[in-house]
Nanobody, 125 residues
Framework: VQLQASGGGLVQAGGSLRLSCAASGLTFSGATMGWFRQAPGKEHELVARLLRYNSNPYYAEDVKGRFTISKDNAKNTVYLQMNSLKPEDTAVYYC???????????????????RGQGTQVTVSS
């Protein structure tokens, strides 16, 4: 299984980016997909998640209304649309996938079986 994240970059505050995570070797439609981020000196934080058996997305409180997670099963790709970006959104963003993870354990990236390599998002003020 491979997860390839892309789409990061440098953007001014208020701008937008769309991250993509392409999965191979995974039954994508049956996997829980999560986007995490890690800012310097901080732990990984779950930003958004789509459970495999529930289409209702989860968002961290500080990204609600600004970020949208979606997936295209035909393309085996999950997206994170990020709007109204703030300097505090600066971090390395990771996608993660797992076919058996439960809701109760899906907030920790270490519980996911697969993780992408990360893509840097930098938001300037």
């Amino acid at each position: 299984v491979q997860l390839q994240a892309s789409g990061g970059g440098l953007v001014q505050a208020g701008g937008s980016l769309r991250l993509s995570c392409a999965a191979s070797g995974l039954t994508f439609s049956g996997a829980t997909m999560g986007w995490f981020r890690q800012a310097p000196g901080k732990e990984h934080e779950l930003v958004a998640r789509l459970l495999r058996y529930n289409s209702n997305p989860y968002y961290a409180e500080d990204v609600k209304g600004r970020f949208t997670i979606s997936k295209d099963n035909a393309k085996n790709t999950v997206y994170l649309q990020m709007n109204s970006l703030k300097p505090e959104d600066t971090a390395v963003y990771y996608c993660a996938a797992d076919s058996r993870i439960t809701w109760s354990s899906s907030s920790l990236i270490s519980n996911y079986g697969y993780r992408g390599q990360g893509t840097q998002v930098t938001v300037s003020s």
